[in-house]
């Protein structure tokens, strides 16, 4: 079956510095993928997503590309502020399978000042 | 535009007791989704509708969750004979259609707590 695996939390950063998120993932066919974002006291929110091979999704300073290769689809982010701090979510959606979302387990992030 | 909107916020409840979780999809979007958030399994796919057909139930965890979704817009998950394992967090979606590149839009979800 379809299945996301994400890197193991939770992780604190300080101001400014580089994030990666891994995120792994196994499914039939070729899914689309993205990655949730939660906000404390907040729903779920897309952050980007990427539907083929090579696409990168991008935003709020925010990449990840989709690497059919490695089956790969990590999470990247140059200099994270504060406000970054949340749990994110990397999903894949799979034909065939009535585009419900596959998630991985989550990931916390805290970023300190 | 008004997001996805659920209600109550909150619910607390007695084990044995049924409830009613509703949710209000984006205006015009033909596709919802009920997902459950607890801290042991995650987020999880529970049921799928979409416009007329039949819905997709493949992922409620047992016979006493069900589902309806009402002249193709507001839906209930409705759990009979609430457990204590059924405490989580309730988070309904909904989509414009059902392709692989449509984005899901997630409501506020509502906590339930089973005493």
């Known amino acids: 079956g379809n299945s996301v695996t994400q890197m193991e939390g939770p992780v604190t950063l300080s101001e400014e510095a580089f994030l990666t998120i891994n995120c792994t993932y196994t499914?039939?066919?070729?899914?689309?993928l993205f990655w949730y974002v939660q906000y404390p006291g907040e729903g779920l929110q897309l952050l980007l997503k990427a539907t083929k091979a090579d696409d990168k999704g991008s935003n709020k300073g925010f990449e990840a590309t989709y690497r059919k290769e490695t089956t790969s689809f990590h999470l990247e982010k140059g200099s994270v502020q504060v406000s970054d701090s949340a749990v994110y979510f990397c999903a894949l959606s799979a034909r065939g399978a009535n585009s419900k979302l596959t998630f991985g387990k989550g990931i916390t992030l805290s970023v300190r000042p | 535009g008004a997001g996805v909107s659920q209600s109550p916020s909150n619910k607390v409840t007695e084990k044995g007791k049924d409830v009613e979780l509703r949710c209000d999809p984006i205006?015009?979007?033909?596709?919802l989704y009920w997902y459950r958030q607890s801290l042991g399994q995650g987020l999880e796919f529970l049921i799928y509708?979409?416009?007329?057909?039949?819905?997709?139930k493949s992922g409620l965890p047992s016979d006493r969750f069900s589902a309806e979704r009402t002249g193709g817009s507001v839906s209930t998950l409705t759990i009979q004979r609430t457990q204590q394992e059924d405490s989580a967090v309730y988070l309904c979606?909904?989509?414009?259609?059902?392709?692989?590149?449509?984005?899901?839009?997630f409501g506020p979800g509502t906590r339930l707590t089973v005493l």
């Open positions: 205006s015009g979007h033909t596709a």
């Open positions: 509708f979409q416009g007329n057909s039949a819905p997709d």
């Open positions: 499914a039939t066919g070729y899914p689309s």
């Open positions: 979606a909904s989509s414009k259609d059902t392709g692989v590149y449509d984005t899901q839009y």
